[in-house]
Structures are given as structure tokens and as C-alpha cells.
T-cell receptor
């Protein structure tokens, strides 16, 4: 069965610093992968998705993620953190042709002034 | 509205009571999902509707939980004889078609249930 593991439940970075949020997946076949963001008291919003096209995926708000099959990873990065990036980020996986999204436990990003 | 709407946003109830949580998906979205998010956890799948039918209810924890979508639009999650362990945020999401597995899920803001 597929699953995702997010390393680090809490990550703190300084404003302007690199953001790196880690996600590793477990799947017997190539999956589709997603990053969602959840701002306080808001619904989850799609940041970006990998669906077997380009391995480097660009999303909204300057975020991007790279699918690395050899490392079974889909880490989320942003070159320069902004205060407005403070939120909880969830990695999710789904197998092609199915509908059941499996979410990681989330990483709460804190941006320090 | 343009997004997924969930009501109530907050519900406090006593152990043993019956609760209904409502989800109004984006117009035209045939697929509807319910997820449960406990504190410190990611969303956990409960049930998936394609149209009016529950295509997969394997995530419902027990028979106290039930969900309906009688007209293929609004859905109601029903919890009988609530227990303190049911306290969580219940998330509803919709998408254009559940069979399009690369499709984006659109989430509501959730209904926070607290069972005292």
C-alpha cells in the first residue's frame, strides 16, 4: 500500500532563507504526488502536483518540488521564505486510476523575522 | 459560493448525542470526499462518493458513522452516539471527477467537532 512520510513535524526558518520540507513516499508503482498548504482556520489548498510529466514541478507562491524516483522523495522547496508562508504543509500520494488520497502527518512551517 | 462550504464550522456536543455535519461541494463536482483530521495528524480518508452513491466507505471507523448524498450534490456525515474520541476536524473535499486521479481536491474549511 502507498504511504507518505514527512520528516519534521515543525520547521523554523528565517525570513529570506531557503525552505525545505521533506516528503518520502512508499509505493509499488509510480504514484502521483501532491503538496497542500493549510493556513490557520482555512481549508487545504493545492500548492503543486506531480503526475508523471516533468520531474521538477513549479507551484504557486514560488514553491517547487522535485520528484526523485531513486530516492522515493518529493521534497518541497522555496528559495526565500516569506512571513506569509507560515502554515502547515501536507504531502499526499495517490495511485493512478484510483481516488483515495493518502496524506502525510504534516509539517508546520514557522518563519522568523 | 464558489468554494466547498461546510456547516457548522464548530460543533460542541455531549457524549452519546447525535451529530450531523453538512458539506456543499463546488457546483458540477461529481466526486465528494470526507476526511477526518485529528490533532497533529494529516487528513484520514473516511468515505468517497461518485454522484449519489458511496463508492468507497472503507474509512468509516465503525457503524456509528454514516454519510449520504441523496441528490449527488450536498452530503451529510452523520455520527450516532458520539464518543470523546470522535473529536476532530471533519473535512469535506470535492473534485470534478473521482476517476481523474490527477485532479485537484478542493477542500472546505472543515467542521470542528468537540465531544465533551
Amino acid at each position: 500500500a502507498q504511504s507518505v512520510t514527512q520528516l519534521g513535524s515543525h520547521v523554523s526558518v528565517s525570513e529570506g532563507a531557503l525552505v525545505l520540507l521533506r516528503c518520502n513516499y512508499s509505493s509499488s508503482v509510480p504514484p502521483y504526488l501532491f503538496w497542500y498548504v493549510q493556513y490557520p482556520n482555512k481549508g487545504l489548498q493545492l500548492l503543486l502536483k506531480y503526475t508523471s510529466a516533468a520531474t521538477l514541478v513549479k507551484g504557486i507562491n514560488g514553491f517547487e518540488a522535485e520528484f526523485k524516483k531513486s530516492e522515493t522523495s518529493f521534497h518541497l522547496t522555496k528559495p526565500s521564505a516569506h512571513m506569509s508562508d507560515a502554515a502547515e504543509y501536507f504531502c499526499a500520494v495517490i495511485l493512478g486510476g484510483t481516488y483515495k488520497y493518502i496524506f502525510g502527518t504534516g509539517t508546520r512551517l514557522k518563519v522568523l523575522a | 459560493g464558489a468554494g466547498v462550504s461546510q456547516t457548522p464550522s464548530n460543533k460542541v456536543t455531549e457524549k452519546g448525542k447525535y451529530v450531523e455535519l453538512r458539506c456543499d461541494p463546488i457546483s458540477g463536482h461529481t466526486a465528494l470526499y470526507w476526511y477526518r483530521q485529528s490533532l497533529g495528524q494529516g487528513p484520514e480518508f473516511l468515505i468517497y462518493f461518485q454522484g449519489t452513491g458511496a463508492a468507497d466507505d472503507s474509512g468509516l471507523p465503525n457503524d456509528r458513522f454514516f454519510a449520504v448524498r441523496p441528490e449527488g450534490s450536498v452530503s451529510t456525515l452523520k455520527i450516532q452516539r458520539t464518543e470523546r474520541g470522535d473529536s476532530a476536524v471533519y473535512l469535506c473535499a470535492s473534485s470534478l471527477s473521482g476517476t481523474s486521479s490527477t485532479g485537484e481536491l478542493f477542500f472546505g474549511e472543515g467542521s470542528r467537532l468537540t465531544v465533551l
